[in-house]
């Protein structure tokens, strides 16, 4: 960014009402963080109160905690589901990739959520009537009853849990722009500055931990009815005060524009021929792997019935429709030549919203713009750390270490491993360069689609052998892994890029689909191999009639009770 554009967005927060000094040469806008302190108090009230809302005659359980009874209906399922999968870091990111580099790597992430819907359509009414037919709180449980195999299911279960990881510490990204523009970041005291975020996440672990999935279930609500208003009046002030028209034409100037190093384009505004292919698998390659993610299954399997999943895939679209009026806000603050300049003083394009928000409206509207993002930060976060607590109570925990677990250990057992992910997430964050966390969770999308054929596959045949199948994700895990590691940019040696070259062709496609095609190819040819021989197949612990079960079985409509004794009567509520 050029001298003059940092000077003029220095003018601008200057201008704020309510500004104070903090320390020398740094604001902070007081009014936009009294707002951002408000809504932070209520979600904390709503975190903590969750605890006694539908509260159980038996709460010790992962049903419970881990699941939230599985009883949410269809509007709670769908403000939970919508808080799980749009997360900060996808409404800092996406305008932000808009912002850089234009459509290819921002505008896909619209074309993947609206092709994500119909598939898990198709399945994932499946998983959610085995899962509650049989009891199954995880992905990993589930093929650890279909295909009788511990190592494929610990598979899964880890890989989960890592690809997980990361996405977490990525939503302090989001927390993170919102401080830094406000005026709490910059190059002071890193104890006060990281200070912030430690509150946070201590609030967040606290009531996460007395109230499981209730607390983000909660809070969704807050988050997507912030989020709604504020895009909502954005993309007004856009049609008014900026004007479309001129909107496309500064984003398509700047994307033309020569990169005085390199001497390509900056980025790309319309996708040509040799950006379809990148484009293409970019976006069926997401849209496959979402709900792959232990976070999207938790989401689901909460849901009290078979048609609350259906409902849901056929009105989740309308988060679609929001995500592209977010993503043209990368395009508004082109228009509008938003600094992206952090207080300390190098160009982020992921304060291009935050900055936007803060140079264009009254600091009190700029301050619930700056809620939706840290709450949207603080409802996923609670999400993936209670799936990835789940996924190591039941796939690694009472698997391996404790097989006589009783509810209320597999129960205690999580909540203590959901403080152990969030601070584990926090810790990597703060003591690494962020760009660590980018690269992991480029590799989690690529580690996580691996998991598509035992799990979205396997819920249909049981043709492709377990041992084929954990061979090919094998592959698929160590060729995605290779193959990112080789990719460069201006930012790093190293993971630079989810796209590469598709084997033995001239054609760069996202390389996660590159890993599955490898994996498919790997498991069919074994899978003829396996059976020739007549490896062992082991037994399938499910029925034909468990996947179109339309209410739960007795593992679920009998929850234990808090002595981990015999079983009392509870379950999925209306």
Known sequence: MSTALTTAATAATAANTGTVDLAAGTKVDGVALAVLLFFFVVVTIGGFWAANWRKADSPHSL???????????????????????????????????????????????????????????????????VAHSKGYVTAADFVR????????????????????????????VGIQAVIDTIGLGGRGNAFVRDLPLLIAFAVLAAYTYSSGLRAPAIIAFVKDSLIYLVIAVAVVYVGVHIGFHHLFEAAETKMKTKNPKTGAATGVFVPASNNYWAYATLALGSALALFMYPHSMTAVLSGKSRNVIRRNTTILPAYSLLLAMLALLGYAAIAEKTSVIGSDGKPNPQLAVPHFFRD??????????????????????????????????????KEFLVRDATPKQEAQAAKITSLVVKFGALAFVLALDKQNAINLQLLGGVWILQTLLAIVVGLYTRW??????????????????????????????????????????HTKVYIAFSALVLNIVVAVVLTLVLRAIKAPEGVDATTYEDYYAEKAGPEVTALPGSDGGLPVPGGVRG
């Open 145 to 172: 009853g279909r295909f009788d195999s511990r190592a494929l299911a610990l598979a899964v279960a880890v890989t989960g849990i890592i690809a997980t990881m990361p996405y977490i510490a990525l939503q302090l």
């Open 63 to 129: 049903d419970e905690w881990g699941l939230g009874g599985r009883s949410f209906g269809t509007v709670i399922t769908w403000f939970l589901l919508g808080g799980d999968l749009y997360t900060a870091y996808t409404f800092i990111a996406v305008p932000a990739a808009m912002f850089a580099t234009g459509a290819v790597t921002g505008f896909f992430a619209v074309a993947y959520t609206i092709l994500i819907y119909p598939i898990v359509f198709i399945f994932m009414p499946r998983m959610w009537s």
């Open 360 to 397: 264009e409206f009254p600091s009190w509207f700029a301050g619930v713009a700056y809620s939706a993002i840290a709450i949207g930060a603080l409802v996923p976060a609670a999400i993936m750390s209670i799936a990835a607590a789940n996924m190591f109570t039941r796939n690694v925990y």
């Open 464 to 505: 492709l052998h377990r041992w084929a199948l954990l061979a090919g994700w094998a592959v698929g895990i160590i060729y995605g892994t290779t193959a990112a590691y080789h990719q460069k940019s201006a930012a790093t040696q190293h993971f630079g890029g989810s796209l590469a070259t598709f084997p033995y062709t």
